[in-house]
C-alpha cells in the first residue's frame, strides 16, 4: 500500500483524556483533517466548501496498536483505495514521526450526494479523474 | 444571587485530559449546555433553532476553583442577571453534586441579532417578559 | 438482538459541525458515554477507577444511517455481545428517542489489561460472571 | 502590545457547529495549542510534561470579534504579560491570517504550583528569566 499525501499533527491536550492517552474518538478527528489535507491537495476544496461534492461519511472504523501522548507529533497518512459509482473509500494510518511505530490504522467510506435531495449521485467525472491521477494503478474502480 | 435554573452532568472521558482532570476549556460545553436548559426551561427552544431568536456570545470567562473528574456528577446552575437592550448576560456556577462544593464560575454576554443581516436587534418583548418573569426582581435590566 | 441498557443523551452544540448535523467522530463519544453507563449499572465503576478493570480500546467502527441535529433526544442501546479470555465486544445503536428510528450502529473491542505491564489479562471472574447474568444467553463466549 | 510568538490553526471541521461558524469553546482549545507552542519555544516542554512546572488555569476569558469558519486559517498571537510571585498571565489574539483582521482576543492566568501537594510555588529563576528575556520591556511584574 502507498500513501502518497501524508499531514502532520501535534497531539493537542484536549485530545487526551484521563488515562493519559489520546482519546480514542480523537482519531476520528485526525482522520478528518487528514482527508481535508488530502481533497485541498488535488485542489477540490473550494468546490467543497459551496456543496457541490458534498459527501456522507457512511462508515468508518479504526484499529488501535499503540497509545499516543500529549505533545506527540503524529504522521496521518492517507489514500483513497476504491472508488465505486458513487462510493469512495479511505485508508488511513497514524504513525509517530520519529520513528515511524503505527499508531492507528482506519477506513472510511463516503457517498457522494445531491445537496438538496440529499440522494447518491454519480461521483463527477473531473473528481474521478484527479483521484486516478493521484492514485495511479492501485486503485480499485468497479 | 438566586440561581432558579440548573443542570446535571455526567463528566464524560473525552472531556477530561491527560493532566486527570476535566480540560477548563471542557467547561464552556457545560456552560452551553446549561444556557440551553435554561433556553427549553422558558420553553423557547423551538424559535431558538427556526433561527429567530438567533444571538451571538460576544464575550465569555471562568474562574477555576476545584478540578473535576472523570464520572464525577456536576451541577451547573445558571442565571440571567442582567437585560439590555439588545444583551443579555448569564451567570453560570459549577458544584460537585454530592457535597455543593464549588467547581467553577463563569458568565457570558449574548447579543441578540437579526439572522440575515447579523446586526444587533432589540431582545424581543415576550423573550423579556418571559425572563422578567422566571428571574424576578434579581434581574438588573437597562 | 436485545439490548438491555440503554442511555439517553440529548445533542450538545459543539457535538454538531458546520454540515448542519452531529459530526460523525462525536458518535464515539456517544458510545463511550453508553459503554460507561453499562459498566456503572453492573456495579464496576469505583473498581474500573482504581486501574483494576483497566482495558484497552482496540478497534470500532460506526455506520452512519441518518443525520442527528443540534437538540435531538438521541437513545443509545448497549450490549455486550462476545467474551474471550481477555477481550469483550461491545454492540450499540444509536436512536431517535421520540420514533425509534436508527441513527448509527456501533461495536467495539476492548482487551482487558494488568495497569502496570500492560499486558493482556483475563476477564476476572466476578466480572465475567456479572456480564453473564447481565445478557444472559444471547451472550457469545469463547 | 508586542505578541512575538504566534501559531497557526486551520479550522476542523468538529471545531464547527451547526451554526456554521467555529464553536466559541473551541478557541479555549486554540488558545492552549498556542500557549503550549510558547512554552515549547523557550525550551521547556520537557520539564513541564515531567511534571515540574505544573500549573494550574484558574481564569480564562475570551472576546469574540468576528466569526472564523471551516477551513479559515488562523493565526493565534501569544505573549505573557505578567509575571507575579507565582502566577503568570497569557494574552491571546486570535486574526485571520488572509488579512490579518482579530476573530477573537483572550487571556488567561496561570498559578505555578507543586505537583505533589497542589500548593502554589514561586516561578522558577530560570523560567523567569527565560520569560523576561524573551518578552522584554513590555513585561509587567510584581
Known sequence: MVF???TELRVRLPETDAMGVVFHGSFFTYFDVARMDYVR?????PRYLTGEGTNLIVHTSADF???ARFEDLLVVRTRI???GRSSLTFELRVEQKHDGSLVAEG???HVMIDPKTRRPVPIPDDLRQA???FEGSALAES
Do not use: D, F, M, T
Not at 41 to 45: A, D, Q, V, Y
Open 81 to 83: 483505495s476504491k472508488l
Open 107 to 109: 477506513g472510511s467510506v
Open 65 to 67: 496498536r499503540a497509545p
Open 41 to 45: 491537495n488535488l485542489g477540490l476544496i
Open 4 to 6: 502518497k499525501c501524508s
Open 131 to 133: 483521484i486516478r491521477a
